[in-house]
C-alpha cells in the first residue's frame, strides 16, 4: 500500500520555430515552458480511488474491488508493466464511468484518460490513492496541457506500481528519474495522449517528460544537446480557432502558389535549424548579447507565418504592444489568435516588463511572466512547493 504524500509535477510546452511548416515535413523546435501541471499523490481510504481534477470540475471516486474486476476484462493477467497493443481497451471503461462513446468534452477525456492509464499500469492490484491534479497551464490553448497531465499521472502511477523507482530520498526537496524510467514515463503519457487525443505527434509529452527543449521533423523527435533558460512573456489572446482549419488553409494556399509559398517553408526551415544552433551554442544564463540574433528570428518568422495567413488581429495587436516596449514577439503554435510569446532579455527593467504586461491586459488577453528551457517531469516533497501551489492545492 502506498504511505508517502508527494508531488509531481511536469512542464507545458510552445513551439518555438516550425509552426505549420512541420505538417510538411519541416523542422519545428519545442520548448518546456515553466508553467507546470501539479499532481498530489496521498494514501487514499482502504478499497478506494479519487481523482479531483478542479480545473475541469472532476471530482470521482470508485471502490477498488470494482475497478480490479474491469482491469481484468481490459488487461487479463499478469503485470502490465509495457504500454498495452493500441485497442486492447474495452468499451466498458466508459459505460463503467458513466460517460457516453464518443465523449469529447474535456473532463471527460480527462477521467477516461485516468481511468485507462490507472487500470493498465496498475499491477496486482488497483491501488487505493487519493490523486488531486492543479495546472497553472490554461486549457485549450496549445500549450500542452493535456500532456503536462497524461506525464504526472503516468509517473505517479507507475511510481506507485514499483515499475519505476521512487527517487526521492528523506530530507531531499526534489529528484527526478533515471533515463530509462523516463523513457516508460513518456511512452505511457504518450497512451494517456491518444485517450485524450486520438493520434498526437507525441512531441507534447517527450517535452513534458524531458524537458528542455526538442527539435521535431517528420516524427523524429531529437533532444537539443543544451538549453539556456531565456525569459518570456506567454500570452493568451484568447481569441478561439480551429487548428485543423488554419492547417487546410495552409495547405491550400501552398497548392494555389507553390512556386512562391515552398521557399517561405524552406525558411522557416532554415531559422529553424539556425536557432537550434545558435540556442546549443548559448551559456545556460545567456547575456543581453545573446539575444539580438533570437530576437531577428522572432520578428522574420512571425513575418513568414503571417504570409501563410495563419496570423489574426490579435497577434498584430500583441507584437505591436511589445514593439512599443522594444520586446520582440510571435505567435506560437496554429496562430488565428491563440497565445504568443515574447521574449524578455536579461537587462529588460521591471518597470518595462510590468508596463507591457499592463498594456496586453488592457486588450483584453491575459499574460504570465514565465520560462522557456524547464525542467522536465519532477519528483517533488510538497512541503518544498511553492506556497501558491500548496494553496491552490488545499484549495482544490
Not at 512542464?11 to 516550425?18: A, Q, Y
Not at 514515463?185 to 493520434?199: D, K, L, T, Y
Not at 505567435?331 to 497565445?339: H, I
Request: charged share 15%; proline share 7%.
Amino acid at each position: 500500500m502506498w504511505a508517502r504524500e508527494l508531488a509531481v509535477s511536469a512542464p507545458g510546452k510552445v513551439i518555438l520555430h516550425g509552426e505549420h511548416a512541420v505538417v510538411l515535413g519541416k523542422v519545428a523546435l519545442a520548448v518546456a515552458l515553466d508553467l507546470r501541471t501539479f499532481l498530489r499523490l496521498r494514501p487514499g481510504a482502504e478499497g478506494r480511488l479519487s481523482v479531483a481534477l478542479p480545473g475541469v470540475g472532476v471530482r470521482r471516486s470508485w471502490d477498488t474491488p470494482g475497478l480490479r474486476a474491469l482491469r481484468g476484462r481490459i488487461t487479463g493477467k499478469g503485470r502490465a508493466v509495457e504500454p498495452l497493443p493500441r485497442g486492447s481497451e474495452g468499451l466498458s471503461v466508459p459505460e463503467f464511468a458513466g460517460i457516453a462513446a464518443g465523449a469529447s468534452a474535456p473532463e471527460s477525456l480527462a477521467t477516461l484518460a485516468f481511468l485507462y492509464m490507472c487500470l493498465a499500469i496498475s499491477a496486482k492490484d488497483v491501488p487505493s490513492l487519493d490523486i488531486l491534479v492543479w495546472s497553472e497551464l490554461p486549457t485549450g490553448a496549445g500549450l500542452g496541457s493535456s500532456a503536462a497531465y497524461a506525464v504526472c499521472l503516468a509517473a505517479a502511477l507507475l511510481m506507485v506500481c514499483g515499475a519505476i523507482s521512487c527517487p526521492l530520498q528523506e530530507g531531499e526537496s526534489t529528484a527526478r528519474w533515471t533515463e530509462e524510467e523516463l523513457a516508460l514515463i513518456n511512452s505511457w503519457a504518450f497512451r494517456g495522449e491518444q485517450v485524450i487525443h486520438g493520434n498526437p505527434s507525441g512531441v507534447d509529452n517527450a517535452v513534458g517528460t524531458w524537458g528542455g527543449a526538442l527539435r521535431y521533423q517528420a516524427g523524429k523527435i531529437t533532444p537539443l544537446k543544451r538549453v539556456p533558460t531565456l525569459r518570456i512573456l506567454l500570452t493568451n489572446t484568447k481569441v478561439p480557432r480551429s487548428t485543423k482549419v488554419l492547417v487546410a488553409g495552409v495547405k491550400e494556399k501552398i497548392l494555389k502558389f507553390p512556386a512562391i509559398m515552398n521557399p517561405v517553408l524552406d525558411s522557416i526551415d532554415a531559422i529553424s535549424q539556425e536557432c537550434q544552433s545558435v540556442l546549443e551554442a548559448m551559456p545556460a544564463n545567456p547575456s543581453p548579447e545573446h539575444y539580438p540574433v533570437l530576437e531577428e528570428f522572432f520578428d522574420i518568422n512571425q513575418h513568414h507565418l503571417n504570409v501563410l495567413g495563419v496570423g489574426h488581429p490579435s497577434l498584430d495587436r500583441l507584437c505591436q504592444v511589445t514593439a512599443s516596449h522594444c520586446l520582440h514577439s510571435k505567435l506560437t503554435g496554429a496562430g488565428g489568435g491563440g497565445c504568443g510569446i515574447t521574449l524578455l532579455p536579461p537587462d529588460t527593467s521591471p518597470q518595462a516588463v510590468e508596463a507591457a504586461k499592463q498594456d496586453l491586459c488592457a486588450c483584453g488577453f491575459e499574460c504570465w511572466e514565465t520560462k522557456i528551457g524547464a525542467p522536465g517531469v519532477t519528483l517533488h516533497s510538497c512541503s518544498s512547493l511553492s506556497a501558491q501551489v500548496l494553496h491552490a492545492l488545499a484549495r482544490s
